[in-house]
């Protein structure tokens, strides 16, 4: 079945440093979406991104879909401590119904 | 606008005993999800109702986990006999259509089998 990597599992950063997570499917993606999941929470929608190679930002946040829609990117730019949490890429298959997660990227932020 | 309720959002139990959880979606969603978030995984899709279809169970343990959503507004998961491994939380999600759109995520139960 299809599986969704990503790395690095964890990422301990530095308030003001930036932070990139990937995502890697092992099968062709229509589209992929990313979530965030505070610490004792509940994952909350990002973005979604359908188009080969497309980029989006959001503020501090670029997210982007690579060419072979194979494989996704979040970086974040000058991380701060609002941004601590996992963050969970999600991807459905060009054939399929379904929305396999990742196992997510947790981040940590030292002020 | 009101999220996806939950309930209850905690529960502990005894192994091979049984235990349900109640989910009410947004409003006008048509799509209705349930998923496994074992700690430090991300969350596996259980069930996935298309108003008070199925569209997809084939990672529904079918021999202990059960769910339905009669009237294709609220839901229940069930789980008889309860394991060790069943420990995690358990998130309702829903969206307005299918795997296109985004999912709204409830608070979730966190079960623990003793």
């Known amino acids: 079945g299809q599986q969704v990597m990503q790395i690095p599992q964890y990422q301990h950063v530095q308030e003001g440093e930036d932070f990139t997570t990937y995502c890697n499917s092992s099968?062709?993606?229509?589209?992929i979406q990313w979530y965030k999941q505070r610490p004792g929470g509940h994952p909350v929608f990002l973005i979604q991104?359908?188009?080969?190679?497309e980029v989006k930002k959001q503020k501090r946040l670029t997210f982007q879909f690579g060419e072979a829609k194979k494989n996704s990117s979040l970086h974040i730019t000058a991380t701060q401590t609002t941004d601590v949490g996992t963050y969970f890429c999600?991807?459905?298959?060009?054939?399929?119904?379904?929305?396999?997660f990742g196992e997510g990227t947790q981040l940590t932020v030292n002020p | 606008e009101a999220g996806v309720a939950q309930s209850p959002r905690y529960k502990i139990i005894e192994k091979r005993q049984s235990v349900a959880f109640w989910c009410n979606p947004i409003?006008?969603?048509?799509?209705l999800y349930w998923y496994q978030q074992i700690l430090g995984q991300g969350p596996k899709l259980l069930i996935q109702?298309?108003?008070?279809?199925?569209?997809?169970d084939s990672q529904l343990p079918k021999d202990r986990f059960s769910a339905e959503r009669l009237k294709g507004v609220d839901s229940t998961l069930k789980i008889q006999p309860a394991k060790l491994e069943d420990s995690a939380v358990y998130l309702c999600?829903?969206?307005?259509?299918?795997?296109?759109?985004?999912?709204?995520f409830g608070p979730g139960t966190r079960l623990t089998v003793t």
């Open positions: 109702f298309q108003n008070n279809g199925v569209v997809d």
């Open positions: 999600a991807g459905k298959e060009t054939s399929g119904s379904r929305l396999t």
């Open positions: 991104l359908v188009k080969s190679g």
């Open positions: 099968t062709t993606l229509s589209n």
């Open positions: 999600a829903s969206s307005l259509g299918g795997n296109s759109y985004e999912q709204y």
């Open positions: 409003s006008g969603h048509a799509t």
